[in-house]
């Protein structure tokens, strides 16, 4: 389908570990954006690529989180050292200017469990 | 700084019967605003959104959202429920210099009963 993709969709891990998430956009759009999903927070803003331009990262909890967007497509969302807390559904979307009207879609999610 | 409130977690409604989840924002600057829909396991979908214009806003599968600036609130309603309404529900703002940055309510699930 054309739709946002995002890999794995579950993933187990153990305190310490280090985690890739993957995310896919739509074809075509500048935008991307990654949230997590918890049950303590609800769903939180972590980090926003437009474009060529530096990336927004003020939703990062700490430094053990970071994400990169190669060639303005694929986005690789890496948590090092994984703690309890991590525990989440990370979310991402992607819209077609990133503008304030523009609707954002959203992959399923990868399940993420620190154990 | 931009904030959402939804009131109620968890909303029952029975099948044909109103269902009204309720949505009041903070914001310092002019608000867009958006309800989403999340069914289990499947990522977030648009339902309709806000940004100028006309105050009351048609989405899909026959929901509607009256945006309220006196009242800071942008309600979700749907006349007649369905059981395939089921799901959880999220509004979410944003403003500014906020890129499309999303700042999400806590969510609000939405129960139909036969």
């Known amino acids: 389908g054309a739709g946002v993709s995002q890999s794995p969709s579950n993933k187990v891990t153990e305190k310490g570990k280090d985690v890739e998430l993957r995310c896919d956009p739509i074809s075509g759009h500048t935008a991307l954006y990654w949230y997590r999903q918890s049950l303590g927070q609800g769903l939180e803003f972590l980090i926003y690529f437009q474009g060529n331009s530096a990336p927004d990262k003020s939703g990062l909890p700490s430094d053990r989180f970071s994400a990169e967007r190669t060639g303005g497509s694929v986005s690789t969302l890496t948590i090092q050292r994984t703690q309890q807390e991590d525990s989440a559904v990370y979310l991402c979307a992607s819209s077609f200017d990133g503008g304030i009207f523009g609707e954002q879609f959203f992959g399923p999610g990868t399940r993420l469990t620190v154990l | 700084a931009q904030s959402v409130t939804q009131l109620g977690s968890h909303v029952s409604v029975s099948e044909g019967a109103l269902v009204l989840l309720r949505c009041n924002y903070s914001?310092?600057?002019?608000?867009?605003l958006f309800w989403y829909v999340q069914y289990p396991n499947q990522g977030l979908q648009l339902l309709l959104k806000y940004t100028t214009g006309a105050t009351l806003v048609k989405g899909i599968n026959g929901f509607e959202a009256e945006f309220k600036k006196s009242e800071t609130s942008f309600h979700l309603t749907k006349p007649s429920a369905h059981m395939s309404d089921a799901a959880e529900y999220f509004c979410a703002v944003s403003g500014g210099t906020s890129y499309g940055k999303l700042t999400f309510g806590q969510g609000t699930i939405l129960t139909v009963h036969p």
């Open positions: 914001s310092s600057v002019p608000p867009y």
